[in-house]
């Protein structure tokens, strides 16, 4: 085991995003013997991100298994095996390259349970490095989340913290279906809190991480910490916004943010995920299907990425998706009755 | 470099406006969000508030003149700022964070991110407004069409509906003849960390459990702390208070409610003396008591100021009195202000604390006299005030019996936690590390 | 008699008009399946209890019955949708079969009732299923196209060409780390040999020595299009070599050869060696779906393949050699008849689904309706 000191017997430790999801697979793969990791370069190499790490060294090539290129028969095998005993945890390397792989997710691992009447589970977990600002252009760097979401039978998760990225990536492999993990890659370097041993965060729920009056952010994955310091600044300003970390894109938690809505009466969706027929369409249809319609006193404001595929060049990577500025500006409009 | 004034696109379809007239003469001083000119489209008037404050200069366009959307119509300058020759008029790439300007930002520059939304036709029989105001107007059977709207295209809001509401002689359906009594328990809110002897705080008059902000920022973060709103302040529910007894049960009644032991009890001003009426009632819970501009050591006290604040129903008016509260008025920020009034834009809070400014403070006197108790008191105690208190004055800490310690602040007024608010937070400290040498009594389970 | 097909399929037998290139014998045989057969007696005589024999016999009947049954049905109104007979490939579903126990695994395809019989599914809940009923084996949810016997070991059939070979090979790696001495027997025709899927598939059960069979059940066509016209080697057994495994091209409407050659693809599978391709010959004598018009074959070839009819074949073996007597398959054929009659009834009689439970079986743990 080769774990940083820092991170050894303190119930207080801090760990990357990509050491707590380690820490949540090691956890797996030590009470499981089910439990078996398969993708891309996930054994010696240590995953591309750095993910799986050493686990190979700890568990064994038998259990931490390397595939091929072959995102779609890899797809496919995890089903199987899923089907059959099995819990395997399967990463891709890029959730860009599930594209390759749609058969095996969307027409077997969705539908299977129901197409067979309720006669089988498929407890499948699939990781996605997924979102943009690494400067690796069009077919590395988008945010798949809402095509997935449009599938009755998935679930999909985006975890925003250490915390939420191990307790949910638990959660995911005691849940009996499918569930799809989309790790933002600017998180996995961040750090925070994280406790020992096993904990589980509830898939479906999202969580308030600020609390306020005047405007509801609901942001997911790497848009929550814009919120978050957007927030900040417009605190000094007099506003005072709430801001709901979704972390689950479906099923979605639609009670807690109409709640939020029914009090503050505006809201603003941040997302990375191109801005048309999105998470924020879906968010958005919530509040105006519900009883906080008749709390809405400003037109609701999604920020998404922009209506392009994701550039190359570091200004315009960051333009095609919401930066704090943008949050900001929203907000004022909102709140101010400018919008 | 002074701040431009420009013509802002204030509807979907405008190209241009006409300015209706200035609100400001050239050269006369502006304060930032203040009216500046109304402009006219052919939709709608519109007032334009000042992106800045300081000096108009330089106006270009005399009302009545039409102007495009974006162009630069006059400049703001600093107070000592030189005035030289007009600027060069730089709309093509305004400042996207300048408020004023974010509209015409938006518009000539358009973001990938929040394209304009599509425009939606006129109705004229069909007012625009949002939901939550169609909502509130149709409860009160209140005909939109009559009520002008604040927003863009004249969109009718809530703040719109309740405004014609108070001007129609209405009553708002939350606070009919000023403010319903409401029962329930006061709000607490619980912040820090889990480990050592529990901090409570109690806010005074008019103000609320967000004013410790900054005192809570430089106290050390692993104690928990126990935050009370006083009732009909803060998110506490307006219970009806007939005396300064009544309100301090409501604090007692809050705080056993926390099962506390060993507290360190903080308040200010009216939240002080309560502070003190509860460590005189529960003495072997509490560890020590920290007063900052207490009330009720004597009868004197600025009743003007008191009322104001609690009747201030706008920010000009609430600016004013807020700048009494301390030493320094550059310390009540325009943010600071609008916080304020965030807190306080609910009619029917000001009607209760107009109510309960009368109850407590008859005639601008203070009702209660807490020397009694500050005399009884057995535990650590200690008084903070600031030398140039405007509300009560300081010498009334002089009325304290020799074991109570008295720190006086120099160029500090009412507000010592936020306008010294390291200081403060080093006497609350100095008290901990005291109490801590001491066994404390903590709850079994 | 050569299990390796070429000169069974090619030479003795009428030649399919439709495929260029099979005319002549001279093409080598491709790899042998397991051991080859010694004397003169067929694999499944020499190899198979009588009774083990006459019952595969009656499978095979009973799939032929249960296709025509519910041809029939759909002809009155009774089926909704559509489907994909087998008729004239029962010897192939059968034989791969045979050796199979309840805890092996298929995955089958768009064309899998012969797979769902043939390992053992009840041929009432699978008409309640056509009839989508909720007695049925998906409850109705399914249909013909994902009918599936979990019990029994049928992971399933698949509307997905290619869909469930990759699931198979999922499911032999479960086995292999499980321990469980199971293995996988993956359907597929054709066409699905020219999907990433099979490829893919075939090659990390290669790598890691999974215990599948994979059979490639040659009916000629993908839909219209023929394996000339669609697949560049000359027969889908060569491409066994690119994932250095076995690879051998039987008839598949022999059900001895088809028996033989994954008897020894199951050895080698039970033995940890590894996967297995078989390519199954055959031909459907029905359409791609019931709203084909044929119009890609000729009633010649139809005609031809439709003479070399499985079940004709290995009724005449059982006969030859003395297993089964007229009246013997007299008494099957009744039997069968008795059987799909009241499996149809069943079907008729059970309940309709509950429009109430539509979404119950889209989670596992049902929280909500919508997501």
Not at chain 2, 179 to 190: F, I, K, M, S, T
Request: hydrophobic share 40%; proline share 6%; with cysteine.
């Amino acid at each position: 085991m080769t774990a940083p000191a820092a991170v050894l017997d303190s119930p207080l430790r801090e760990l990357s995003y990509a050491e707590a999801i380690r820490d949540a697979l090691a956890i797996a793969l030590a009470e499981d013997e089910r439990v078996v990791l398969m993708g891309e370069d996930i054994g010696v190499y240590g995953g591309a991100f750095q993910v799986s790490g050493d686990l190979v060294h700890r568990f064994g090539e038998e259990r931490v298994i390397d595939t091929p290129i072959s995102e779609l028969g890899g797809a496919g095998m995890a089903v199987g095996a899923a089907l059959t005993g099995l819990r395997p945890i399967y990463e891709f390397q890029f959730s860009d390259f599930a594209t390759l792989a749609m058969e095996q997710i969307v027409n077997q691992a969705a539908k299977l349970r129901f197409m067979l009447g309720g006669a089988v589970s498929v407890p499948l977990v699939m990781r996605f490095p997924a979102g943009s600002g690494t400067g690796a252009a069009a077919q590395h760097s988008q945010s798949l989340e809402a095509w997935f979401g449009h599938v009755p039978g998935l679930k999909v998760v985006q975890a925003a913290t250490p915390y939420d990225a191990k307790g949910l990536l638990l959660a995911a492999l005691d849940d009996p279906d499918p569930v799809m993990l989309f790790e933002h890659k600017l998180l996995y370097k961040t750090k925070g809190p994280v406790p020992e041993g096993r904990y589980t965060v509830p898939i479906g729920k999202a969580e308030v991480c600020r609390t306020g009056s005047n405007v509801t952010i609901v942001a997911t994955a790497i848009m929550v910490h814009r919120a978050l310091e957007a927030a900040e600044v417009l605190a000094q300003e007099g506003i005072d916004a709430e801001v709901i970390d979704l972390r689950t894109v479906r099923p979605m938690d639609r009670e807690t943010v109409v709640a939020s809505v029914a009090k503050t009466s505006r809201l603003v969706v941040a997302y990375e995920g191109v801005r048309t027929l999105g998470i924020g369409a879906e968010v958005s249809a919530s509040i105006v299907e519900s009883e906080a319609f008749d709390y809405l006193d400003a037109p609701i404001v999604r920020l998404g990425g922009a209506e392009a595929p994701i550039p190359y060049n570091p200004e315009l990577e960051k333009a095609a998706v919401p930066q704090v500025a943008d949050i900001l500006s929203a907000v004022r409009g909102v709140v101010r009755g400018t919008r | 470099m002074p701040v431009e004034v420009i013509m802002p696109k204030v509807d979907m379809d405008m190209t241009s406006g006409t300015i209706a007239v200035w609100h400001v003469a050239e050269g006369a001083e502006v304060q930032s969000g203040e009216p500046l000119f109304d402009i006219e489209t052919d939709k709608a008037a519109m007032e334009v508030e000042s992106p800045a404050s300081g000096r108009l200069h330089h106006v270009l366009a005399e009302a009545g003149s039409e102007v495009a959307i974006g162009k630069a119509i006059a400049w703001i300058y600093a107070p000592g700022e030189e005035v030289g020759a007009p600027p060069e008029g730089s709309a093509q790439g305004p400042a996207p964070e300048t408020p004023g300007k974010a509209a015409a930002g938006e518009t000539t520059a358009p973001r990938p991110i929040t394209p304009a939304p599509p425009a939606v036709p006129d109705h004229p029989a069909k007012p625009r407004a949002t939901p939550a105001a169609r909502h509130l107007a149709r409860e009160n059977a209140l005909d939109l069409a009559a009520i002008a709207g604040s927003g863009p295209a004249g969109r009718i809001a809530r703040g719109d509906v309740e405004r014609a509401l108070r001007e129609s002689g209405e009553q708002l359906p939350s606070a009919a003849s000023g403010w319903q009594p409401e029962g329930g328990p006061l709000v607490v809110h619980r912040a820090g960390g889990s480990t050592g002897a529990p901090l409570v705080m109690i806010h005074g008059f008019a103000a609320d459990s967000a004013g410790w902000q900054k005192l809570e920022a430089c106290l050390p973060t692993e104690r928990p702390v126990v935050k009370i709103d006083l009732p009909g302040h803060g998110r506490s529910p307006r219970r009806p208070v007939d005396s300064f007894r009544s309100l301090a049960r409501m604090v007692v009644e809050a705080f056993d409610a926390e099962g506390l032991d060993g507290a360190h009890l903080v308040g200010h001003s009216l939240g002080a003396a309560l502070a003190l009426a509860l460590a005189d009632v529960r003495p072997r819970r509490v560890a020590s008591l920290t007063m900052l501009a207490p009330a009720g050591l004597g009868p004197e006290m600025n009743g003007a100021l008191l009322s104001g604040l609690a009747r201030a129903g706008r920010k000009e008016s609430l600016a004013p009195w807020l700048k009494q509260l301390t030493a320094e008025p550059q310390i009540v920020t325009e943010s600071f202000v609008m916080a304020a009034m965030q807190a306080r834009k609910d009619p029917a809070l000001r009607a209760y604390q107009q109510d309960l400014a009368e109850t407590l403070f008859p005639d601008s006197v203070q009702s209660f006299d807490l020397t009694p108790a500050l005399d009884r008191l057995a535990i650590p105690a200690q008084v903070v005030w600031g030398r140039k208190d405007r509300v009560f004055p300081w010498k009334q800490a002089l009325q304290a019996p020799g074991r109570v310690a008295l720190h006086l602040l120099h160029d500090t007024g009412h507000m010592p936690h936020l306008e010294a608010p390291e200081e403060v937070a080093a006497v609350i400290a100095s008290r901990l590390q005291a109490a801590a040498g001491q066994p404390v009594v903590t709850p079994a389970g | 008699m050569s299990i390796s097909s070429e000169t069974e399929r090619c030479g003795a037998q009428a030649p399919a008009p439709g495929r260029k290139g099979s005319g002549g014998s001279a093409r080598p045989a491709s790899r042998r399946a397991g051991k080859t057969s010694a004397g003169n007696e067929p694999f499944a005589v020499r190899h198979y209890s009588p009774e083990v024999l006459r019952e595969a016999l009656r499978k095979m009947l009973l799939i032929r019955r249960f296709e025509e049954g519910a041809e029939d049905s759909y002809m009155r109104g009774l089926i909704h949708g559509t489907m994909h007979l087998s008729i004239g490939q029962e010897a192939s579903a059968v034989g791969a079969c045979l050796e199979l126990t309840d805890q092996d695994k298929i995955t089958s395809t768009h064309r899998g009732h012969g797979h769902c019989i043939a390992k053992g599914a009840d041929v009432g809940r699978m008409f309640a299923e056509f009839f989508g009923k909720e007695s049925g084996y998906c409850r109705g949810r399914g249909g013909s196209m994902h009918i599936a016997d979990v019990d029994k070991g049928n992971l399933g059939a698949n509307g997905i060409v290619g869909g469930g070979i990759p699931i198979a090979v999922g499911a032999a790696l479960s086995a292999k780390r499980l321990k469980t001495g199971t293995v996988v027997t993956s359907f597929f025709g054709d066409g699905a040999v020219n999907e990433g899927s099979f490829h893919e598939s075939l090659n990390m059960a290669a790598i890691w020595k999974l215990p599948v069979i994979f059979i490639c059940e040659n009916n000629h066509y993908g839909m219209s299009t023929s394996v000339e016209r669609s697949t560049a080697v000359r027969q889908v057994s060569d491409r066994a070599a690119a994932y250095s495994m076995p690879g051998v091209t039987v008839d598949g409407n022999d059900l001895s050869a088809v028996a033989e050659a994954c008897h020894g693809a199951i050895e080698r599978a039970r033995a940890g060696e590894g996967p297995s391709l078989i390519e199954s010959v055959t031909y459907r004598w029905r359409g791609h779906s019931k709203s084909d018009r044929n119009r890609y074959r000729s009633k010649d070839e139809i005609d031809a393949w439709i003479a070399r009819d499985p079940i004709r074949r290995f009724a005449g073996l059982l006969s030859e050699h003395g297993i089964l007597s007229e009246e013997g398959f007299a008494r099957m054929e009744t039997e069968v008849a008795e059987q799909i009659a009241a499996a149809i009834a069943f079907a008729k009689e059970s309940p309709d689904p509950d429009t109430a439970a539509l979404t119950r079986d889209v989670y596992t743990t049902q929280t909500e309706s919508v997501g």
